[in-house]
């Protein structure tokens, strides 16, 4: 079991990722801050090529396309499968600075059925 926001719980999503379809021309340097866990405020980040996680890794990105914000609360709910972070974003849950666009371009693929199968195989390896 890998603890939500460790470097092992974003080896492991990476891992289990393997598999997406590709999506030409969807590309994204996304960094994350998610505030307020019982281990203070947790950095990470992730690099999306053409539709594919190929890099993930907890700490500081440089020269994101964009970051994700939201508090533990709201990243628990988007992990455990309660809460659509599409929804989240719409909702000001998650707030994005930065290239909009570019986080525009992804949203298709958090509705897809491969992403949404991805997410309940990485909640079935999580532990909070």
């Given at each position: 079991?890998?603890?939500?926001?460790?470097?092992?719980?974003?080896?492991?999503?990476?891992?289990?990722?393997?598999?997406?379809?590709?999506?030409?021309?969807v590309?994204?340097?996304?960094?994350?801050?998610?505030?307020?866990?019982?281990?203070?405020?947790?950095?990470?980040?992730?690099?999306?090529?053409?539709?594919r996680?190929?890099e993930?890794?907890?700490?500081?990105?440089?020269?994101?396309?964009?970051?994700?914000?939201?508090?533990?609360?709201?990243?628990?709910?988007?992990?455990?499968?309660?809460?659509?972070?599409?929804?989240?974003?719409?909702?000001?849950?998650?707030?994005?600075?930065?290239?909009?666009?570019?986080?525009?371009?992804?949203?298709?693929?958090?509705?897809?059925?491969?992403?949404?199968?991805?997410?309940?195989?990485?909640?079935?390896?999580?532990?909070?």
């Amino acid at each position: 079991m890998a603890k939500y926001l460790t470097q092992d719980w974003l080896d492991e999503g990476r891992r289990l990722a393997a598999d997406q379809p590709e999506r030409p021309d969807v590309s994204a340097r996304i960094q994350y801050v998610v505030t307020g866990g019982p281990d203070g405020d947790v950095r990470y980040w992730w690099v999306v090529e053409d539709g594919r996680l190929v890099e993930s890794q907890i700490g500081e990105l440089d020269d994101p396309d964009f970051s994700l914000t939201m508090t533990y609360e709201t990243g628990i709910e988007i992990a455990r499968g309660q809460l659509d972070p599409n929804v989240a974003f719409m909702q000001g849950r998650m707030k994005c600075a930065g290239d909009v666009g570019k986080l525009m371009q992804l949203i298709p693929i958090t509705g897809s059925p491969e992403y949404r199968a991805l997410q309940a195989k990485i909640r079935e390896t999580l532990e909070f």
